[in-house]
């Protein structure tokens, strides 16, 4: 006992001196980071590319350069995953009714293809979605405006057995909301990837107006038919690196994804803020931090496939032991606005924006809400699905795994060839690695103060 508070004592006195050597930040680097993984030789860096591929091992000599090794007992820090998908060769599909009545219906699906029978069944807005012994296609009006997600109620279909979910205009929907989330959905991804083994998810599908008022009349007869699709397979490479004086035990887990969407029409996703940002940020930590003695296990986590439902996060949590706390960075260079609906307005861009997510108000999370604003960020926490399920800590949060979600404020360009470097801003960057590095200090003191206690 008396050798484990000494060596307590001295890492406490490690992180409390300030040497004049500590490093800082470098700008440069940062940026030379994220100008690289936007760069043409990686195409977007999609999963399973060639240029993902190509990706993968450039981060690997620059982890391993930056001080970073893989976790004990790995010979190499690569934590390969199969995927499985299908395409569809459009996201049209048909619902067929009674006297030869047709609608179109506009489809999204996020997992293994599920079996569904044609029959309809109504779901009331103002109930539980029904139980569907059979995979019934629920269908119900969805009102944006109310604070509906798409996503929240297709996990109650899904728990309730649905094999699909139609989404009808609501009424009161007087602002249009639901026809955006129908127009998104009309130029959404033909591919869905998926880890094998994954439960079925039934598939959403947008109606309108017309169909609502047609199954007001009749529920019997109707057929839905879907567009033909293929399937196919791949992988996924997670890359993952421990600091190499931390302490084995509780583990702390860094977390960005380094994967983006490939190509786009006449050339390719540069995916510069996302995530070539968050990358750069975890790196430039890394060597930060590369003589810290840390009394948990400081983990990094460079996932893959996050853009296809955040397929590396799981995959992680499907071989490894959970982590005390997760900290997922994404998106976090730019000026951003904190809702969609500021985009229009430069006026509303904030250079010093940080949006911190975190399921509910922790220790850790209001610990680092008030070293982001010591830095002089404008931090703003945020709550709900979009914050909810728009990144890697999605999927440990649904495990119950502690989760921080570190984001940079929403901007133009997202998911689009315009996501380049020259617009991700350095002195942000510095900025972020300064905030892990004082948070990670922080919580390290607050543990070996309390073990020596």
């Known amino acids: 006992m008396s050798r484990f508070l000494n060596l307590s004592s001295i890492l406490l006195l490690a992180l409390t001196i300030s040497p004049s050597a500590e490093p800082l930040p470098d700008a440069q680097r940062l940026m030379g980071t994220v100008e690289t993984l936007a760069s043409p030789a990686f195409q977007g860096r999609l999963l399973g590319s060639p240029g993902g591929l190509s990706a993968q091992e450039w981060l690997r000599d620059e982890a391993a350069a930056s001080g970073l090794l893989p976790l004990a007992g790995w ?63 629920l269908f119900r009006d969805f009102n944006p405006g109310a604070g509906e997600s798409p996503s929240d109620l297709l996990d109650e279909a899904a728990r309730a057995g649905a094999g699909a979910l139609i989404l009808l205009p609501h009424p009161d929907d007087e602002r249009g909301l639901f026809a955006r989330y129908r127009m998104r959905s009309e130029s959404g991804d033909l591919a869905v990837h998926y880890l094998p083994g994954s439960e079925a998810r039934p598939i959403l599908f947008y109606g309108s107006l017309e169909l609502r008022e047609a199954l007001a009349q009749n529920l019997e007869g109707w057929h839905l038919e879907l567009p033909e699709v293929e399937a196919f397979s791949t992988q996924g490479d997670n890359l993952l690196y421990r600091l190499p004086e931390s302490q084995a035990g509780s583990i702390v887990l860094l977390v960005a994804h380094y994967d983006h969407l490939g190509p786009a029409e006449g050339g390719y996703h540069p995916g510069a803020n996302d995530n070539g940002s968050g990358v750069a940020v975890l790196l430039e930590t890394a060597r930060l931090l590369a003589q810290r003695q840390y009394p948990f296990e400081l983990r990094f986590l460079f996932s893959d496939g996050e853009e296809e439902v955040m397929l590396g996060a799981r995959a992680y949590l499907a071989e490894m032991e959970d982590p005390e706390l997760v900290i997922n960075l994404d998106t976090v260079g730019r000026a951003g606005v904190n809702h969609y609906r500021h985009l229009r307005d430069p006026s509303a861009l904030d250079p010093e924006l940080l949006m911190l997510w975190s399921e509910d108000d922790s220790a850790a999370a209001e610990a680092l809400e008030s070293l982001a604003s010591n830095l002089e960020f404008h931090v703003e926490r945020g709550h709900g699905p979009i914050f909810e399920r728009a990144g890697d800590h999605f999927p440990f949060a649904q495990a119950g795994v502690p989760a921080l979600f570190i984001f940079g404020g929403f901007h133009a360009g997202y998911h689009q060839p315009q996501d380049t470097a020259d617009l991700v801003l350095p002195d942000k960057l510095v900025k972020l690695c300064e905030l892990l590095r004082d948070f990670l200090d922080s919580k390290a003191k607050v543990q070996l103060e309390n073990q020596n206690r």
């Open 75 to 137: 010979d190499v820090p690569v934590q390969t995953f199969q995927v499985r998908g299908y395409r569809w060769m459009n996201l049209k599909a048909a619902l067929r009714g009674p006297r030869e009545m047709e609608f179109e219906l506009i489809l999204k699906s996020d997992g293994p293809l599920p079996r569904h029978r044609g029959a309809l069944k109504h779901w009331d807005d103002t109930d539980a979605a029904p139980l569907c012994a059979a995979h019934e296609v």
